[in-house]
């Protein structure tokens, strides 16, 4: 009778850890960044043209635990300007050339202030003409990839008082 208790015992082990697997195993699927992209897409209802991409946009976000705001000024011509607010700091930030294709991938080629040249991509998605999601897939800082930012259009004379 204890041999069978042992086995039993043992078995409903194996079948806890089996189950803790498989349930460990189902939320990396669905955790992955393809289906986060197919969540949120299901959500934010269209992909940007460039026309919809162009003015100024804005967004305020707690990264890595500074209070960063940003400006990203789109242009009819395929270029884009930055601007930060780092924890009440203003300063400019890169330039650069933009293009999207019609999966809504943005790409970036930007120059730092300090000469840099990088580049970078995003999913973006419109839930309205003012309201676009940006979900970074790569911008050269792994730590980044998956964040995701909610841009509000603005018009030009507004943005020195969000920067402010």
């Given at each position: 009778m204890?041999a069978?208790?042992?086995t039993?015992?043992?078995?409903?082990?194996?079948l806890?850890?089996?189950?803790?697997?498989?349930?460990?195993?189902?939320q990396a699927?669905?955790?992955?960044p393809?289906?986060?992209?197919?969540?949120?897409?299901d959500?934010?209802?269209?992909i940007?043209?460039p026309?919809?991409?162009?003015?100024v946009?804005?967004?305020r976000?707690v990264?890595?635990?500074?209070d960063?705001?940003?400006?990203?000024?789109?242009k009819?011509?395929?270029?884009?300007?930055y601007e930060?607010?780092?924890?009440?700091?203003?300063?400019?930030g890169s330039?650069?050339?933009?293009?999207?294709?019609a999966?809504?991938?943005?790409t970036?080629?930007w120059h730092r202030?300090?000469?840099v040249i990088?580049s970078?991509?995003?999913?973006?998605a419109l839930?309205?003409a003012h309201?676009?999601?940006?979900?970074?897939?790569?911008?050269g800082?792994?730590a980044y990839?998956g964040?995701?930012?909610?841009?509000?259009?603005?018009?030009a004379?507004?943005l020195?008082?969000?920067l402010?």
């Open positions: 204890r069978w208790n042992q039993y015992a043992l078995f409903v082990a194996a806890a850890l089996l189950i803790c697997t498989l349930d460990f195993a189902a699927r669905t955790s992955s393809r289906a986060a992209l197919q969540a949120q897409a959500t934010w209802p269209r940007p043209t026309a919809d991409l162009v003015g946009w804005e967004t976000n990264e890595e635990g500074r960063v705001g940003i400006a990203w000024i789109v009819p011509d395929r270029t884009v300007d930060f607010n780092v924890d009440g700091t203003v300063f400019p330039t650069g050339t933009w293009e999207i294709d999966a809504g991938i943005l970036e080629h202030g300090n000469g990088e970078g991509r995003a999913q973006l839930r309205d309201t676009l999601k940006l979900t970074i897939l790569d911008n800082n792994a990839t964040k995701v930012r909610i841009y509000r259009r603005r018009g004379s507004q020195s008082l969000f402010k």
